[in-house]
């Protein structure tokens, strides 16, 4: 990879000017200019530097090394920007797990990557910091401000450095961020993470989406994920804009910032700026010049709707947390182009496409599968060789999970899942994971996870099971007991449907395509009803 990586270089693609070299610069240039914002709270780039100095002379203090691993458990705001910041400095690897994780996931990720320190607010979904960090075993812990965005400490914390000085930080190119992502079984897999990555597609997106100096941005994805990194972490520190940020996604408080911040870049999946679009009665939105969104099918008529009464572009990218993208689409390109496809393939991702067999399709023009390699890939899993394996081609290709079409002018067209997954809202449920879950329940003798389509998230989780004789179910016991197993909130029904007998395909597997097929008459057509239905097979 030597080869690839220094072409990376030469082409300006990659950099060794860190971020955090980037907002110290910000710091020094514009103290007084804001970095992050929302409702009252307000983080300066003065602010937003000093925080990440202090985290990392505390965690220096703390006895954390370079390379080390650090919990950062917090929900979007600058808070979580500067914790981030703050590692980098120190030299620490953060480990970056979203603000919906369950008990059991949040453990397993941080027995996974060897958290040694953790840094999120007194108050968690899952109790206090003090009884959180006791739970994963952790005797050292960092507590910041709660939900409000503040990135000075919390009352009462100490900051005043213990005689330990940070290390010069992490390189662009070295290992920055662990977070996770959804797997086809189990427990989330440790995605690896760079920053040059990142500054990669930043560079794509202010090519794509036309960004001038002056934008004022909006990201209501979670930073932990790839697509919230970014479009909060990086790309509006790196042009030195405002990004706003919720702690909780709420679609009329979202439309209420756009009109009165005038907001000009959003940043969504299709499912949230639906939302948006919706709770706005009344604002204007008519700042906004472009809407970032990927992770999910876009809705045609909505989008429509969206450029119309707004006036922006909508900008699609196909890609994974894995591989950051393979195509995107452009300002000037047609709205149809825009809405229907993931846009044409980017030239240095090198987009090949597979048959069924995995035999490379004649000049990757046709329907397959897509691999890719280039200088937005991650480096793979962290710490599973298996999972790798099946991550990248024998030749070093990094593998998509969907099926795809690309025309001779390189337009890709998603077509369908080679994976058993539900899009939520844009992120992945892995259906056999849900399943695994559900089976756990005493009342559930057989069950199968499938996508219900829903107008505002795309799609919800729905499950269809027998019972046990005698046995009764319902959404709200069924919940209580997910709860009480620690399993992530994504990962909790939203439909249920029981029934007498689950289809059955010729080699004795449950039929999950006769399921999907038969979706609507299954769960009714009422989209929110979280109903017990029964059905017969």
Known sequence: MAGPIAEYHARGWWQTRTLGEI???????????LAFGWGDARQSWAAYHWCGDALAARLAGEGVRPGDRVLVFMPDGGGVHAAYLGCERAGAVAVGIGWRAGRRELAALC???????AVLPASTPHGTAESVCRDLELERWIELADLDGDPRPAEGARWEPSGAEPSRGIGTSDLWLINSTSGTTGLPKCVMQTQNRWFYFHQKAVEFGDLTAGERFMSVVPAPFGFGLWTSHFTPTITGAPCFVQPRFDPRAAAECIAEERITVLCAVSSQFVMILDAADGLDLSSLRVLFTGGERLPLERSREFELRTGCRVLNFYGSNETGMLSGTRT????????????????????????????????????????CRGPALSPGYYDDDEANRQLFTDDGWMWMGDRVEIDADGWLTVIGRTADFIVRGGKNVSAPAVEEEVSSHPAVLQVAAVPVPDTRLGERVGICVTLRPGAELDLESLRAHLA???????????????????????????????????????????????TRTRSSS
């Open 23 to 33: 907002v110290a610069a910000h710091a020094a240039d514009r103290p007084d200019a």
């Open 111 to 117: 027995a996974k990557t060897g958290v040694r320190v």
């Open 332 to 371: 000037t390109d047609p709205l149809e182009r825009r809405i229907t496809t993931g846009g044409r393939c980017v030239a240095e991702m090198n987009v090949r496409l597979y048959d069924d067999d995995d035999r490379r399709i004649p000049n990757d023009v046709g329907v397959g599968r897509p691999a």
């Open 484 to 530: 009480s197993r620690g399993v992530s909130k994504e990962w909790w029904p939203e439909r249920i449907a029981i029934l007498d007998a689950l289809p059955v395909s010729s080699g004795g597997k449950i039929a999950k395509g006769e399921l999907r097929a038969r979706v609507a008459e299954i769960f009714g057509e009422a989209a929110g009803a979280q």
